[in-house]
């Protein structure tokens, strides 16, 4: 998909557009829809994605990037959902 085509059109981008844009896999789009990790719009179950709110979402950082394994042990629940440093023992209550 050309990125002219895309920034010279209609503010309001579709799934395939976006990630054409954001230079990144659809599946990843529809990946962080679904977890609400990136500003979308839905009519009508349509969801569409706008430009500026795209740009301003980049541009605050707010993209989280990919989660690691060590970022994913850093942080745990035990069955309280209390969250406990990853050195410390899990301890069953």
Request: aromatic share 8%; glycine share 6%; charged share 25%.
């Amino acid at each position: 998909m050309d990125i002219d085509a895309i920034t010279s059109a209609s503010p309001w981008f579709t799934a395939n557009e976006v990630a054409a844009y954001l230079k990144l896999k659809l599946g990843t789009i529809r990946n962080m829809t679904s977890a609400r990790r990136i500003p979308f719009a839905r009519r009508k179950g349509i969801v569409r994605y706008h430009r500026n709110h795209i740009d301003a979402w980049m541009s605050r950082g707010e993209c989280p990037g990919r989660q690691t394994a060590a970022d994913v042990g850093k942080r745990r629940e035990n069955n309280n959902g209390v969250v406990v440093a990853a050195s410390a023992p899990f301890e069953e209550v």
